[in-house]
């Protein structure tokens, strides 16, 4: 897939609703991640454009479902970062209903891209959605983020470390390096997100567990 199909990414809208996303139809690509993982930079990075997603030093900015248009019939779906501690409980409570349902039953969805901050790797929220997404047999890419604050055998051992313990998760999910601020690992990243996106439409209307 062309790089440049990143660079047309738009702006769609912010869905607090599933009703409120586009049309079921297509191919689609969620990013999830701890609200302090690096997630909006990851994504402005590979889009190759400074403010598509809203980056702040206050974690917690993505509060919806935020669609990203790349084509007619392609998209890429930033979800509520977890684990802010300042949203409401009944706040968060509806995000992790509004994700649940999302990941279950959109069946456009082809995949999710898990953000880990690699200085903190396989947080509880990590483990979760790992497991999920082996419940629910939806294809996993982990981004290892922030690997330029680590020197490079620091990253190579937990790379390997995160990998192995991924392993047991959720087999079959895959892991690389990244850093939006040196530019690793984003042709890496660009190539998992546009296989997904040229896959058909499954057979069955809703992931299954």
């Not at 993982?37 to 994504?43: C, E, F, P, V, W």
């Not at 349902?101 to 903190?120: E, F, K, N």
Request: hydrophobic share 40%; with cysteine.
């Amino acid at each position: 897939m062309s790089d440049s199909l990143f660079r047309r990414a738009r702006f769609r809208l912010a869905a607090h609703e599933l009703r409120q996303l586009p049309a079921d139809t297509g191919a689609e690509v969620a990013f999830a991640g701890r609200s302090n993982a690096g997630k909006s930079s990851a994504l402005n990075r590979i889009c190759d454009q400074v403010g598509l997603a809203r980056t702040s030093k206050t974690p917690g900015r993505t509060q919806q479902l935020v669609v990203f248009e790349l084509d007619g019939d392609r998209r890429l779906i930033d979800l509520p970062g977890y684990g802010y501690a300042k949203v409401p409980p009944t706040l968060r409570d509806h995000w992790r209903e509004l994700i649940d349902a999302y990941l279950t039953h959109r069946r456009s969805l082809r995949g999710v891209v898990l953000i880990m901050d690699s200085r903190h790797p396989l947080k509880d929220f990590d483990r979760l959605m790992l497991q999920y997404c082996r419940d629910i047999g939806l294809p996993c890419h982990v981004l290892m983020t922030k690997v330029d604050k680590l020197s490079r055998g620091e990253a190579a051992r937990t790379l390997l470390g995160t990998r192995r313990e991924m392993a047991s998760l959720c087999p079959g999910a895959t892991i690389q390096a990244f850093s939006s601020l040196d530019k690793i690992g984003i042709d890496e990243a660009r190539a998992a997100i546009g296989a997904w996106l040229e896959q058909p439409a499954p057979d069955a209307t809703v992931h299954e567990a």
